[in-house]
T-cell receptor, first 112, second 117 residues
Framework: EAQVTQNPRYLITVTGKKLTVTCSQN?????MSWYRQDPGLGLRQIYYSMNVEVTDKGDVPEGYKVSRKEKRNFPLILESPSPNQTSLYFC???????????FGPGTRLTVT | AQKVTQAQTEISVVEKEDVTLDCVYE???????LFWYKQPPSGELVFLIR??????QNEISGRYSWNFQKSTSSFNFTITASQVVDSAVYFCALRVPFSGGYNKLIFGAGTRLAVHP
């Protein structure tokens, strides 16, 4: 089954404790991206990747890092989480330009 | 600047009513795509439709229909004979060219639809 998986689905952590949210897709998609969803703001892009070892900042990259060492994986790293990073995070992948993005199930992160 | 506006924050209807969700977009690009996604209470994002800027034909899929009008930069979504299962947050999104050839997806703030029995 074609899918995008994210782990963990739920995470409660404390300020400053490094964490990684994993994202994996099994569709051999080149494009992957991370979004955060906040009330009243819709989804905003954090980082994206056009292919292995090719990543770039989206609209709200501050406080986040990503890496793309393999085509299927695109982890999101929070080196020192802060409460304003409490949000719902989505990973997405697509086969190419103008194609619909397939979204993962979401990761609800709470930073206290 | 590219922008998507969903002016309706919340809509509440009774089952079997028709409901239209508005979406207004801004872009200077001549080539772009518009999308609608559904987010049910379970939280996942479900793709509903994609429409490119060169195709202004309206589309109907069962109880769902979409009205794309470039003249007013709108891409409205109508649910006919709404059902409780239609209760969700609906997002309109605009895909525009971005640096390096990657196409950015810009979302509206979403409209929460509540359908009551």
């Amino acid at each position: 089954e074609a899918q995008v998986t994210q782990n963990p689905r739920y995470l409660i952590t404390v300020t400053g404790k490094k964490l990684t949210v994993t994202c994996s897709q099994n569709m051999n998609h080149e494009y992957m991206s991370w979004y955060r969803q906040d009330p009243g703001l819709g989804l905003r892009q954090i980082y994206y990747s056009m292919n292995v070892e090719v990543t770039d900042k989206g609209d709200v990259p501050e406080g986040y890092k990503v890496s793309r060492k393999e085509k299927r994986n695109f982890p999101l790293i929070l080196e020192s989480p802060s409460p304003n990073q409490t949000s719902l995070y989505f990973c997405a992948s697509s086969s190419g330009a103008f194609q619909e993005q397939y979204f993962g199930p979401g990761t609800r992160l709470t930073v206290t | 600047a590219q922008k998507v506006t969903q002016a309706q924050t919340e809509i509440s209807v009774v089952e079997k009513e028709d409901v239209t969700l508005d979406c207004v977009y801004e872009t200077r690009d001549t080539t772009y795509y518009l999308f609608w996604y559904k987010q049910p209470p379970s939280g996942e994002l479900v793709f509903l439709i994609r429409r490119n800027s060169f195709d202004e034909q309206n589309e109907i899929s069962g109880r769902y229909s979409w009205n794309f009008q470039k003249s007013t930069s709108s891409f409205n979504f109508t649910i006919t004979a709404s059902q409780v299962v239609d209760s969700a947050v609906y997002f309109c999104a605009l895909r525009v060219p971005f640096s390096g050839g990657y196409n950015k997806l810009i979302f509206g703030a979403g409209t929460r639809l509540a359908v009551h029995p």
